[in-house]
T-cell receptor, first 110, second 112 residues
Framework: QKEVEQDPGPLSVPEGAIVSLNCTYS??????FMWYRQYSRKGPELLMY????GNKEDGRFTAQVDKSSKYISLFIRDSQPSDSATYLC??????????FGPGTRLSVLP | DGGITQSPKYLFRKEGQNVTLSCEQN?????MYWYRQDPGQGLRLIYY???????QKGDIAEGYSVSREKKESFPLTVTSAQKNPTAFYLC???????????FGPGTRLTVL
């Protein structure tokens, strides 16, 4: 079993839809959870950072962490064509290196 | 502007050649990282450095080498021993006590 699993997609949605992106993980020691957005041929940019369980909201983006289920989600409200990118989840624990999911490719169609 | 720069953006190498990828940051971050990204795979850690003049192997260090002589610089050399070097290479950095990483724009290496 991979340490972090993520559906690679591609996921296609119409403009304005709510998008749900998810990752599951196996290591219960993970404490820090991140979502990165990566446009084609660019470096990943940090979107959301969450420590431990709970929700965090930033504009149209909401990150959720459910440590009991070892499951994290990123929701995008009112999706725009400019949200079309690959979304990477990443997680770590104190003093340890990050583990990344393979990414989900999202297309928002106008 | 604060950030991480990588050069060159595209690099072509003949088999048997060593090439060096540049990574510079002006964020005053202590830690720097090199990742390799292949289609359909997550980022894989090649080398990392938590402090100047010290670095550790990541998960796929074979065929690569690094140096960390200055805080702001962490160059990666892809040697001829790397069997399949064609990939997208990403450099990242993080501050002390901060559990997030910031990435550069990447270098795409192609072996001809």
């Amino acid at each position: 079993q991979k340490e972090v699993e993520q559906d690679p997609g591609p996921l296609s949605v119409p403009e304005g839809a709510i998008v749900s992106l998810n990752c599951t993980y196996s290591n219960s020691a993970f404490q820090y959870f991140m979502w990165y957005r990566q446009y084609s041929r660019k470096g990943p940019e940090l979107l959301m950072y969450t420590y431990s369980s709970g929700n965090k909201e930033d504009g149209r983006f909401t990150a959720q962490v459910d440590k009991s289920s070892k499951y994290i989600s990123l929701f995008i409200r009112d999706s725009q064509p400019s949200d079309s990118a690959t979304y990477l989840c990443a997680m770590s624990r104190e003093g340890q290196n990050f583990v990344f999911g393979p990414g989900t490719r999202l297309s928002v169609l106008p | 502007d604060g950030g991480i720069t990588q050069s060159p953006k595209y690099l072509f190498r003949k088999e048997g050649q060593n090439v060096t990828l540049s990574c510079e940051q002006n964020l005053n971050h202590d830690a720097m990282y090199w990742y390799r990204q292949d289609p359909g795979q997550g980022l894989r850690l090649i080398y990392y450095s938590q402090i100047v003049n010290d670095f550790q192997k990541g998960d796929i260090a074979e065929g690569y080498s690094v140096s960390r002589e200055k805080k702001e610089s962490f160059p990666l050399t892809v040697t001829s021993a790397q069997k399949n070097p064609t990939a997208f290479y990403l450099c990242a950095s993080s501050g002390r006590g901060v559990d997030t990483q910031y990435f550069g724009p990447g270098t795409r290496l192609t072996v001809l």
